[in-house]
C-alpha cells in the first residue's frame, strides 16, 4: 500500500549502446513504441530541469514527500497504466481513484504535481503530460534522496478516466501475505524477485500507525525492543494518522537498509516482514542486505520496466492542462 511506494532487466543497460541500437530499443521495448528519451528535446527543451528543481525544493523541505511523490508513480503505474488517473479529483459527474482505500487520506504530493505542471504550462503550454510528470518526479525524489537514477523514456499521455474499483483491487495492501505480494506484482508482469526489488522503496518514508498496528500487538516475528519502541507512539486504540519510519535506520536515505532491518525483524508492515520469514524470498533479502549494489541496480531496473506499464501514446488519451481534470 506505502510505495513499493517498482521486463527489461537487462534494457537498464542499453541506453549506452549507439543510438541506432536505443531507438530499435524503445521502438521494441514499449507498447507501442512511441516513448522516447528525447520525446520533447523541441518541444519543451527545459522540463527536465524545471521537475527537477521543483522536486528538488520540494523534497528539501520535508524528505518524506520523496516517498510520498514515489509512491504516487506506483499508485498511478498499477492502475491500468501510467495514466495520470490518480491525479483526478471526483466530481459530481466523476468518481475518481483518490477515495480507493489505499489512497483515501493517505497518498501525498498533489500538490507538488500542481506547482510543477503549473510552471510547465508557463514554459511549454499544453506540451507536458501529467503522467511523465508523475514519472520524472519520482525520479528525481529518489535521487534526491541518494538513490539510482534510470533511463525515463517520455511520451506518455493522460486517461481520460480512472478507476476505483480497480485502485482497490489492484494495489497490494500492508496486510498481505508473501504468496499475495508475488501474485499482486505477477498480474503485472513483475517476477519475485522485482517484487522483492521494488519493495526496497521502503528504505525512505513513512507509515500511519492504523496501517501497522496489528503487527505491533498481534503478531510474534517482530523484535521485541523494536515493537516496544513504537507502541509509545501508536497505542492498541487511538493515534491512527501518528507516523512512523518505514526503515528506523536511515529513515530519508535510500539505501538497502530496509533489508537489514528484515533480517532483524524490524519491518514496520507486516507485508514487509513477509519478505524475510521463512519464505521463497529470504535468499533475495540476504542478498540486497549483503549487495547496495544489487539492490540499487535491480531497484532502478524495476523502476523502468514500472514506469512503462501500459503507456497511454499517440492520439489516446490527452495532455491535461490541469492534472486534477479533463480537458
Known amino acids: 500500500m506505502l510505495a513499493f511506494e517498482l521486463m527489461a532487466q537487462s534494457s537498464f543497460y542499453f541506453y549506452s549502446l549507439p543510438t541506432c541500437i536505443f531507438s530499435l530499443f524503445v521502438l521494441v521495448g514499449t507498447a507501442t513504441g512511441q516513448l522516447s528519451a528525447n520525446f520533447y528535446a523541441s518541444s519543451c527543451p527545459n522540463f527536465s530541469s524545471i521537475i527537477s528543481s521543483a522536486v528538488n525544493s520540494a523534497v528539501s523541505n520535508e524528505a518524506r514527500m520523496g516517498a510520498s511523490l514515489l509512491r504516487l508513480h506506483f499508485h498511478d503505474c498499477f492502475v491500468n497504466g501510467c495514466d495520470a488517473s490518480v491525479l483526478l479529483d471526483d466530481t459530481a459527474n466523476f468518481t ?70 480497480a485502485a482497490n483491487s489492484n494495489i497490494p495492501a500492508p496486510t498481505l501475505n508473501l504468496s499475495g505480494l508475488i501474485t499482486s506484482f505477477s498480474n503485472q508482469g513483475f517476477t519475485t524477485n522485482e517484487m522483492v526489488a521494488l519493495s526496497g522503496s521502503h528504505t525512505i518514508g513513512q507509515a500511519r500507525c492504523t496501517i501497522f498496528r496489528a503487527r505491533l500487538y498481534n503478531e510474534n516475528n517482530i523484535n521485541s525492543s523494536f515493537a516496544t519502541s513504537l507502541r509509545a507512539n501508536c497505542p492498541s486504540s487511538g493515534g491512527d494518522n501518528n507516523l512512523s519510519p518505514l526503515d528506523v535506520a536511515s529513515p530519508t536515505s535510500f539505501d538497502n537498509a530496509y533489508f537489514n532491518n528484515l533480517l532483524n525483524q524490524n519491518g514496520l508492515l507486516h507485508s514487509d516482514q513477509q519478505l524475510f520469514n521463512g519464505g521463497s524470498t529470504d535468499a533475495q533479502v540476504r542478498t540486497y542486505n549483503a549487495n547496495s549494489a544489487t539492490f540499487l541496480t535491480d531497484f532502478a531496473n524495476g523502476m523502468l520496466k514500472m514506469s512503462n506499464l501500459n503507456p497511454l501514446t499517440g492520439s489516446s488519451g490527452e495532455v491535461r492542462t490541469n492534472c486534477r481534470r479533463t480537458n
Open 96 to 165: 475518481g481513484e483518490k477515495t480507493a482505500i489505499p489512497n483515501n487520506n493517505s497518498l501525498r504530493g498533489f500538490d507538488v504535481i500542481d506547482t510543477i505542471k503549473s510552471q510547465l504550462e508557463s514554459s511549454c503550454p499544453g506540451v507536458i503530460s501529467c503522467a511523465d510528470i508523475v514519472a520524472k518526479a519520482a525520479l528525481d525524489s529518489v535521487v534526491a534522496l541518494g538513490g539510482p537514477s534510470w533511463n525515463l523514456v517520455f511520451g506518455r499521455r493522460d486517461s481520460t478516466t480512472a478507476s476505483l474499483s
